[in-house]
């Protein structure tokens, strides 16, 4: 009933910075919760950043300082600033929306930091 559509991965340089995009679409109601997801091969996948409906903010020590979480509730979008980017950061990144008492997820999007 909601997909997740992502966009804005790529490559970039170290120390560049780079912003991922997440729309939401279908029967919406309000999306309480949406976070950013980073999997690497083999590897869990881990929580990079989430916001709820009023704005609150929670960040892995991982990326703290250096990413910024918003969202556009009016467009049902989220949206990742990555700044300062270092090579471990390349991962595919996922958004989740949690929405109607659901959980969803987008189809991930490549980001690859190169050195």
């Known amino acids: 009933q909601v997909q997740l559509v992502e966009s804005g991965g790529g490559l970039v340089q170290a120390g560049g910075s780079l912003r991922l995009s997440c729309a939401a679409s279908g029967n919406i109601r309000m999306i309480n919760v949406m976070s950013w997801y980073r999997q690497a091969p083999g590897k869990q996948r881990d929580l990079v950043a989430r916001?709820?409906?009023?704005?609150?903010?929670n960040y892995a020590d991982s990326v703290k300082g250096r990413f910024t979480i918003s969202r556009d509730n009016a467009k049902n979008t989220v949206y990742l600033q990555m700044n300062s980017l270092k090579p471990e950061d390349t991962d595919v990144y996922y958004c989740?929306?949690?929405?109607?008492?659901?959980?969803?997820w987008g189809q991930g999007t490549q980001v690859t930091v190169s050195s």
């Open positions: 916001i709820t409906v009023d704005i609150r903010t």
């Open positions: 989740n929306a949690f929405e109607g008492g659901r959980v969803y």
